[in-house]
């Protein structure tokens, strides 16, 4: 008799602990919901943007409208899956100028600027992706 009331008493105790089981899944849902980022508050961004600013990009750039050369925007989104090198490589670009791969329109080379503002620039310029 005492063996089937020991047994009863275990049941119980093992049944009334479930439940509680599945309440884990809630928890940080509520992440994904961060405010997107403000990137013109990025010291990056205002570095290279007023580089920009002090050079004669925007003469044929312009951040969300192709001029004589591709928006800004643009750039961004092309190589928003590119790896770090394309820093290097569009400041080699912006420093030596060059054309075919937005079109046969020449991008004058920016001879006297150097490698560190270029990247800068450049740094801004991949900020803009969307
Ligand atoms: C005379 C007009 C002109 C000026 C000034 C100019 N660009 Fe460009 N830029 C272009 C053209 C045209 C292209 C497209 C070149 C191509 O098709 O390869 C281009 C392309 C680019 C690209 C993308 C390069 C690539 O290979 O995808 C970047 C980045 C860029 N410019 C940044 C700048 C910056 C920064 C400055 C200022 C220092 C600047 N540009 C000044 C005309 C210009």
Not at 18 to 41: F, I, N, P
Not at 100 to 122: N, Q
């Amino acid at each position: 008799m005492k063996k089937i009331i020991i047994s009863f008493a275990v049941v119980t105790f093992l049944t009334s602990c479930g439940g509680g089981e599945d309440k884990k899944a809630d928890s940080g849902s509520d992440k994904k919901e961060t405010a997107v980022e403000d990137v013109s508050k990025n010291p990056v961004y205002q570095k290279g943007l007023e580089l920009i600013a002090g050079s004669d990009c925007l003469t044929c750039h312009k951040v969300d409208e192709p001029l004589t050369g591709p928006s800004y925007r643009d750039v961004a989104n092309k190589y928003a899956a590119a790896g770090d090198t394309i820093v290097a490589h569009l400041a080699g670009k912006i420093i030596n100028g060059g054309k075919g791969v937005w079109g046969e329109v020449f991008m004058t080379p920016h001879a006297s600027l150097s490698k560190e503002d270029a990247e800068a620039m450049v740094k801004y310029i991949l900020l803009l992706k969307k």
